[in-house]
């Protein structure tokens, strides 16, 4: 009673017999890698950030810095800039990579022009965005005030400007493994609107080191702009 079943067996090996089941998908198709950032909450991004490559965006430096669940530093802090200043330095070089210095208003420069902004004085580390935490609710889109002045106070020295690039928030955690991982808390504002375009998070891969991190974050979100 075996012997018809190893015949079979032997014929599915040698290429007679029945026809073998369907084969599955080729593996690099499902390992090929994804553009969408590593955010469940908004797996669209990657096509909302390219929408920006070509406009004029007035892009802030950090406004807070945070390691693993600690509550975040303000970056105009004494503790706090060194770091966020890490965070800024990382992102300046990755848009430029990009080639969006020519269009985009990169942190030292929007440094330099709110240097000029004699009015209030805003200090573009130190902006008022007590409303933009996770809790805000995804369809409230206003913005409030003093942000609201405080931002269109600062475009309005750079010609053609309207969007906000804004970071929020970096936060620095350990895996693991032992590795560094750093998220970004960015909001992409119509400033001349008062409104918020988008809200997200976006998480770069593991690094040997905390330099490496916000370098690996910062390229991230880049790429997400302009492909490499």
Known sequence: MLLPAALLFLGACSGGGAPAAPTPAPQPAVAAPSPVVQSPAAPDLPAVFAEYAGRVVMV?????????????????????????????????????????????????????????????RTDPRALSTAGLVPSRRRNDL???????????????????????????????????????????????????AATVLSFPDVTGPPAADEVAALRGVALKFADLVVAP
Not at 170 to 183: C, E, I, N, P, W
């Open 142 to 192: 206003d913005l409030r005030e003093p942000l609201s002045s405080q931002l269109r106070s600062l475009i309005a020295m750079v010609p053609d400007a309207r969007i906000v690039l804004l970071p929020l928030e970096a936060r620095l955690v350990t895996t693991a493994a032992g590795m560094k991982q750093a998220t970004l808390r960015i909001a992409f504002l119509d400033a001349r």
């Open 60 to 120: 802030f430096p950090l406004q807070r810095y945070a390691v693993a669940d600690s509550t975040s530093m303000s970056a105009a802090s004494t503790t706090g800039r060194p770091r966020a200043a890490l965070l800024d330095s990382a992102l300046t070089l990755a848009l430029r990579e990009r080639g969006l210095e020519s269009t985009w208003s990169l942190p030292p420069n929007t440094s330099r022009v709110a240097q000029r902004e004699v009015l209030k």
